[in-house]
């Protein structure tokens, strides 16, 4: 696929434009990790994909994350933290929901704006962290 310039730039867009760009990159590295792994089955991507996709997952991979985002990435997140996304899905509370759109807000800017080293950098520490700590409704 070639990249054509967009009509606007990824500050302009509205953060539900970025979260469902997000969206959409951060399932392909999930996909792309889990096959890395040696999961080959598709019952059983599916099944570990939930682990790591998931609104409580989001929300924890953002939890690690803040301490090293920039201050204009921050902005990014609560703008996309902010939007008004719908219902929230029955398994996350409000904050967790808010903090994944957030950080799919944030994963379609870097993805939006070319910053690929830094999106790979935070997807691989995201990878790290103990599925127990995901695995936890807490927020």
């Known amino acids: 696929m070639t990249r054509r310039p967009l ?3 990824p ?3 509205n953060p539900l434009v970025l979260a469902y760009v997000g ?3 951060y399932e392909l590295y999930v996909r792309y990790h889990l096959l890395t792994e040696g999961i080959v089955k598709p019952q059983e991507l599916q099944q570990a994909a939930v682990r790591y996709v998931s609104a409580g997952a989001q929300a924890a991979a953002f939890r690690d994350w803040e301490p ?3 201050e204009e990435e921050l902005a990014v997140w609560r703008r996309g933290r902010n939007v008004k996304s719908g219902r929230v899905p029955r398994r996350a509370s409000v904050s967790q929901y808010r903090a994944s759109t957030g950080l799919e807000a944030l ?4 993805y939006l704006t070319g910053q690929i080293g830094r999106l790979t950098e935070m997807m691989e520490r995201m990878f790290q962290i103990p599925r127990s700590d995901v695995d936890g409704s807490s927020d």
């Open 7 to 9: 009509p606007r730039s």
């Open 11 to 13: 500050e302009q867009l």
């Open 23 to 25: 969206d959409a990159v």
């Open 68 to 70: 090293m985002l920039t």
């Open 107 to 110: 994963v379609g800017y870097w």
